[in-house]
């Protein structure tokens, strides 16, 4: 492995004719704020990538580091597999768009519900945001109810409904048993009332809020492992009791597995036991291209069905295009129950390993995350939910200043928490890599 924990590899980025603050100069005349994403924003400038091979990208200045957010978790097989490109260069050139469905949906929707027990059927969309609407839509549909309760702090995209909350302040979040409906900027007053926000991990208070709101309750929304609320585990029993707590009142259970697919061949649910009514996928299924889905029971997702008494409308022009689903279907394939396990098993390694490098620097923190990914919080407080990491999330300063320091030793780590996840191209030696290269960072960043 080539190793850059010598660390000089921003050295040209830094430099006042870097390409990257040029195209960013560039950027921020036509783009607001200079980019399209927010998530890929970083102080002052982004570092602009060239081209990414397996587990590696090489950035606009030729610094190649190894990946750890792979495009946040979506590329579960790392950049550029050959496979892939493969199958997506033969798809290009047979057409890429067509008013017709074609055999490769068909095949992906076969290999999704055959994967995971609880999807009967599927439908795609083109991103996880929309997923997630659509199937807050097929709850509503299904069940003639209007509100959703969510988690606080738990990210689910970019509609209304679901951005409730996603990160609010202690200014304004209210009561820790009855957490405020925190409006995005640009959302109706109204949406905040159709939202009841949930403390993670608090099933008492979680029961009081759902008993109250389930006449009008058409789903709660949950992500098994939220990146949101830092990766705290559910606690154990907490995800069957809020199966069996929706269920008793007629509520819909909606997983949100957009990002958490990447944790379990058969489902991210599937090792807690639990059969959600509906679930989202998105990220890798798509093999690196924009995709999303909603799946569940063939009762739940008769909503769609145009041949029924359809109640729910899903229409657009790229849904399944068949670029993303060779290259989803190809992916999918790739991930065997073995490679989940391989794969896994280097997830529980660099856990492992970060767990010993906090131990041995007697620096106080814990390793969360599950499958592969980790994430660490510099705090020895109880995690239980999301503000028990206050003031050690996302906003807090110190996390650019370790992403900018890993960045100089040639690794890719979110600039928002010491969060990354591990792509099938990756072996011990770039987790052994990334574990030395952090030790030094955190001990030079004091
Ligand atoms: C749990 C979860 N749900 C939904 C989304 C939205 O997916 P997309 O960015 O594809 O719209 C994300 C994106 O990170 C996510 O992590």
Not at 85 to 91: D, N, S
Not at 211 to 230: C, F, Q, S, W, Y
């Amino acid at each position: 492995m080539k190793s850059t924990v010598a660390g000089t590899s921003l050295a040209k980025y830094r430099d006042a004719g870097a390409l990257s603050r040029q195209l960013y100069e560039r950027a921020s005349r036509v783009m607001p704020g200079g980019n399209t994403r927010h998530s890929v924003a970083l102080a002052p400038y982004p570092i602009y990538a060239r081209s990414g091979s397996g587990c590696r990208i090489t950035d606009v200045e030729g610094e190649e580091r190894v990946d750890f957010l792979n495009n946040y978790t979506s590329l579960i097989l790392g950049h550029a597999h050959p496979r892939v490109t493969e199958a997506v260069l033969r798809r290009v050139a047979l057409g890429t768009a067509f008013t017709m469905p074609t055999p490769e949906e068909v095949e992906l929707a076969e290999l999704i519900t055959g994967r995971v027990a609880y999807v009967e059927q599927i439908r795609f969309c083109n991103s996880g945001s929309e997923a997630v609407m659509l199937a807050v839509k097929a709850a509503r549909g299904f069940t003639g109810r209007h509100k959703i309760a969510k988690f606080e702090g738990s990210y689910h995209g970019i509609y209304d409904y679901v951005q409730v909350s996603e990160g609010p302040t202690p200014d304004v979040w209210g009561e820790a048993d009855a957490p405020a409906s925190i409006i995005e900027p640009g959302t109706p007053e109204s949406v905040a009332r159709d939202v009841v926000v949930l403390p993670w991990n608090r099933p008492e208070a979680c029961r009081k809020l759902i008993e109250r709101n389930k006449n009008e309750l058409a789903a709660v929304l949950v992500d098994p492992m939220p990146l949101g609320i830092g990766m705290i585990a559910p606690r154990p029993g907490f995800l069957p009791w809020l199966r069996e707590e929706t269920a008793r009142h007629g509520i819909l259970l909606i997983a949100d597995e957009v990002l958490n697919f990447r944790l379990d061949y058969h489902g991210a649910c599937h090792p807690h036991g639990i059969t959600p009514d509906l679930t989202t996928f998105g990220k890798i299924i798509g093999g690196g291209f924009p995709v999303g889905a909603v799946a569940g029971s063939r009762r739940c997702m008769s909503v769609f069905d145009h041949t029924g008494a359809l109640k729910v409308h899903h229409g657009g022009t790229f849904n399944a295009n068949p670029v993303t689903i060779v290259a989803g279907l190809e992916t999918m394939r790739q991930m065997t129950t073995e490679a989940f396990d391989r794969l896994n098993a280097l997830g529980e390694y660099v856990r492992d390993r970060l767990r010993r490098l906090f131990r041995d620097t007697g620096r106080p923190a814990q390793v969360c995350g599950a499958g592969s990914m980790f994430l660490a919080h510099l705090t020895s407080g109880d995690l239980v939910d999301f503000r028990s990491l206050r003031g050690f999330s996302r906003t807090n300063p110190i996390y650019s200043d370790l992403c900018h320091k890993m960045l100089e030793y040639g690794f890719i780590l979110s600039p928002r928490g010491i969060f990354g996840c591990l792509s099938t191209p990756m072996n011990e030696a770039e987790l052994d890599g990334l574990v030395a290269a952090l030790g030094r960072a955190l001990s030079e960043l004091g």
